[in-house]
């Protein structure tokens, strides 16, 4: 499994454990997304939920470990082993490398509680220049969400 995590030291060193241990608890051997809050005043963190499927917002880990995940995923269900699905022998060898911000356009109502909404998009420009991983597909002039 490749645990995705936020590049907090003092919380990875803590919750990555944690997560590591419900999993194992439960034999989990696929890709997933264990979630936890963390209180920065306290810095104690609370468990939320396992997701067995890889997240929307794996693309920060990515960034910051080089591994493609999407990627070794699919090699691993194809029967690759976890070297030779992301060029590393164990949990310990990922190490993190700079920082990720990952945003998103959403598409809500504010003036009506913020429900989600729909429309035309009449104007996309997207992000560009150096550091900068655009995923994106659906957004576009003229696109309808």
């Known amino acids: 499994m490749i645990w995705d995590w936020f ?3 003092v919380a990875s060193a803590r919750v990555l454990p944690s997560a590591m241990r419900i ?9 997933g997304t264990v979630e ?3 209180d920065m ?21 990515e960034e910051v470990t080089g591994i493609d995940i999407v990627r070794a995923q699919i ?5 690759k082993t976890l070297a030779e699905a992301t060029g590393k022998e164990n949990q310990s060898q990922i190490t993190l490398n ?10 809500e109502d504010p003036q009506n509680n913020f429900i989600p909404d729909y ?4 104007a996309y420009r997207s992000a560009t220049g150096m550091g900068i ?13």
């Open 7 to 9: 590049s907090l030291p």
């Open 23 to 31: 999993c194992a608890h439960v034999d989990y051997e696929c890709a």
């Open 36 to 38: 936890f809050l963390m």
């Open 41 to 61: 005043a306290d810095e104690k963190f609370y468990f939320i939920e396992v997701n067995p499927r890889v997240q929307v917002e794996h693309t920060v880990t």
């Open 75 to 79: 090699l691993i269900a194809e029967g």
């Open 98 to 107: 700079g920082h990720a911000l990952q945003t998103r356009v959403t598409t």
């Open 119 to 122: 429309g035309r998009i009449t």
């Open 133 to 145: 991983r655009l995923d994106g597909g659906t957004a576009y002039a003229g696109g309808v969400i």
